[in-house]
């Protein structure tokens, strides 16, 4: 995969989710959560993008572990960082339901989706 295809078909996978996530908020039930989302849209974004270039790297190695022990260290670090996120804004803003979990949740997966695909195609790559 290509930088350019990375790129481009994660901006649309970021433009698509964000008018999902516009979408979303209209109706009342969610609308108190926009920045929430959009926050996580930001963050599964920059986190997808962020690991491109360190995973292109481990699955040219010739250390046959190296790409999957950076799936590995990637999964638990996004893992908790999502769970801090979601913490964090519990006790700070004190929502009144957990609502706001339900479009923070879909980006999560539409983010993970699409890791998914790219790691997978990028984990086929064989080392130099």
């Known amino acids: 995969m290509s930088n350019r295809r990375f790129f481009s078909q ?3 996978l970021t433009l698509l989710t964000g008018l999902v996530l516009v979408f979303i908020h209209i109706f009342h039930p969610f609308s108190p959560y926009k920045m929430l ?3 996580g849209l930001l963050f599964f ?3 997808t993008a962020g690991i491109y270039f360190p995973a292109v790297k481990a699955s ?3 250390d046959k572990n190296a790409f999957t022990r950076l799936v590995m260290l990637f999964t638990f670090v996004k893992m908790f960082l999502t769970a801090a996120l979601i913490i964090a804004y519990h006790r700070i803003f004190k929502p009144g339901d ?3 979990l339900i479009p923070f949740f879909l980006t999560y997966i539409v983010f ?3 890791e998914t695909i ?3 195609k990028l984990g086929k790559v064989k080392a130099r």
């Open 118 to 120: 790219f790691m997978s």
């Open 10 to 12: 994660l901006l649309m």
């Open 98 to 100: 957990n609502l706001f």
């Open 45 to 47: 974004s920059a986190l």
């Open 112 to 114: 993970t989706s699409f």
């Open 37 to 39: 989302s959009l926050a």
């Open 60 to 62: 040219l190695s010739t």
